[in-house]
């Protein structure tokens, strides 16, 4: 069987994309290439460049590829942008997710992978976060990714395909540095960047009720993250048709946002200079979210591999192939 990677240009999508061939599963991209990179397609994997807004394209593209089963990462993810732009970010993340489903299930696609996010969580006020912990979404970023499980969900029960979703937490580093991350969101490219221009990282807050003070977040190599897709696609498989799993996929580890700075010092070689200013916390920024991992281990079989000085090895490989005057 073909599985449709949407998004698979993006840089979790490509991850996604080499771990399924690496492991013998066929796959065909579908991305209107908005931030993915055509670089990024391995040679003689069938690509389409497309929005999942295009309705008459999806319906040809899984029909013409024969696709049975997709795995759906394309959607726009910056929080800022969500608050700036709700009406942008609902149309793209949940018309979009609409409209790919409405070609999947005119089609007799048979699977679906909804890749979700720890941001469906809000704020949650506890030590480790399960699949059980009440929703709560602070920005239309959370608010899409959650109305996207109920929909994905829906759509499964009514028309008998197998459904899942993945709430991933933190992503970070690189299987190769052609696939690392080109955005500067998230922390480890923000540290990045303020290093290459000779400025000190920040951190936002650094008086919560942590043990050092800063923010504590659950970090995820994007390998780990591929590989939890294959795993998950590979479940759907073996599971009855309509059934839905969501699970997080997640170290169950935290890291406070000051170590995180200290060890991309230690990793990048700018030790000293790494060290951080505090500025005021961010309105939105929970204390403390760390996966609880037991659901993955015993649904799907699956645990992280990689830990945190990997991530940020890999991660400043990539960074580096982009910017060599940031090497020292």
């Known amino acids: 069987m073909t599985w449709l ?5 993006g840089f979790i999508g490509a991850h996604v ?11 065909a991209v579908y991305d209107d290439l908005s931030t993915g990179d055509p670089g990024r397609i391995p040679e003689g994997v069938p690509f389409v460049k497309g929005s999942t807004l295009d309705g008459e394209l999806l319906r040809r593209t899984l029909t013409d590829l024969r696709i049975e089963g997709i795995v759906h990462l394309a959607a726009k993810k910056q929080v800022a942008e969500s608050v700036e732009r709700p009406l942008y970010y609902y149309r793209q993340n949940v018309h979009g997710l609409q409209t790919l489903l409405e070609a999947a299930a005119e089609t007799g696609v048979r699977y679906f992978l909804f890749s979700s996010s720890a941001a469906v969580y809000g704020m949650p006020d506890v030590e ?14 959370g608010e899409t990714k959650l109305a996207g499980e109920w929909l994905v969900r829906a759509v499964g029960r009514a028309h008998g395909m197998t459904t899942a979703s993945l709430r991933y937490f933190n992503v970070a580093g690189a299987a190769a540095e052609h696939l690392a991350d080109a955005g500067v969101f998230n922390l480890i490219p923000m540290v990045f960047e303020k290093l290459t221009q000779g400025a000190a990282p920040v ?19 994007v390998e780990d993250i591929a590989s939890a897709h294959l795993a998950a ?32 010092g230690e990793v990048t070689g700018y030790g000293p200079d790494a060290a951080p200013v505090s500025t005021a916390r961010r309105p939105g920024d929970p204390a403390r979210v760390v996966a609880a991992a037991d659901r993955v281990r015993t649904e799907l079989g699956w645990s992280a591999r990689h830990d945190v000085r990997a991530m940020v090895t890999s991660a400043w490989a990539g960074w580096c192939a982009r910017h060599p005057e940031a090497r020292r």
């Open 128 to 141: 480790l976060v399960t699949e059980i912990t009440p929703c709560a979404p602070i920005n239309p970023y």
């Open 203 to 221: 951190i936002f807050g650094d008086d919560y009720d942590t043990e050092d003070g800063t923010c504590v977040r659950d970090f995820i190599h």
């Open 5 to 9: 990677i949407t998004g698979g240009a």
């Open 17 to 27: 994309v080499r771990a399924m061939l690496e492991a013998g599963e066929q796959v």
């Open 233 to 264: 696609a590979r479940a759907l498989v073996a599971r009855e048709p309509g059934s839905d799993l969501t699970v997080n996929i997640g170290r169950g580890e935290g890291v406070s946002v000051r170590e995180m700075i200290e060890l991309i």
